[in-house]
Nanobody, 122 residues
Framework: QVQLHESGGGLVQAGGSLRLSCAYSGGTFTWPAMAWFRQVPGKEREFVAAMWVGATTIYADSVKGRLTISRDDNDTLYLQMSSLRPEDTAVYYC?????????????????WGPGTQVTVSS
């Protein structure tokens, strides 16, 4: 079965940077469509960014120019975060699909990591 595990979260001051990593293993696809989501208590899980075949990417409007999704050749997905704001504070989740069709809807993703906490202080 597909397994995902996020790392790299932590506490950072506003304006600072972090890089999140998502280790991927298992499943039929080496690189299905993958995405980052985030969630705060009491709110719905929010789309952040996705990447699919050909390194095509999509982003939420709120993070364009500040957060960048990327991947390497060793089944690791990244989220480079810069110019962080307190409103970026959330648990960040890595997600993957059983196909290579990217979407912004968390309900369409099949596999999830346990999440990593990002806290941006003001």
């Amino acid at each position: 079965q597909v397994q995902l595990h996020e790392s790299g979260g932590g506490l950072v001051q506003a304006g600072g940077s972090l890089r999140l990593s998502c280790a991927y293993s298992g499943g039929t696809f080496t690189w299905p469509a993958m995405a980052w989501f985030r969630q705060v208590p009491g709110k719905e899980r929010e789309f952040v960014a996705a990447m699919w075949v050909g390194a095509t990417t999509i982003y939420a409007d709120s993070v364009k120019g500040r957060l960048t999704i990327s991947r390497d050749d060793n089944d690791t997905l990244y989220l480079q975060m810069s110019s962080l704001r307190p409103e970026d504070t959330a648990v960040y989740y890595c997600a993957a699909k059983s196909n290579n069709i990217p979407t912004r809807d968390p309900g369409t993703y099949d596999y999830w990591g346990p999440g990593t906490q990002v806290t941006v202080s003001s």
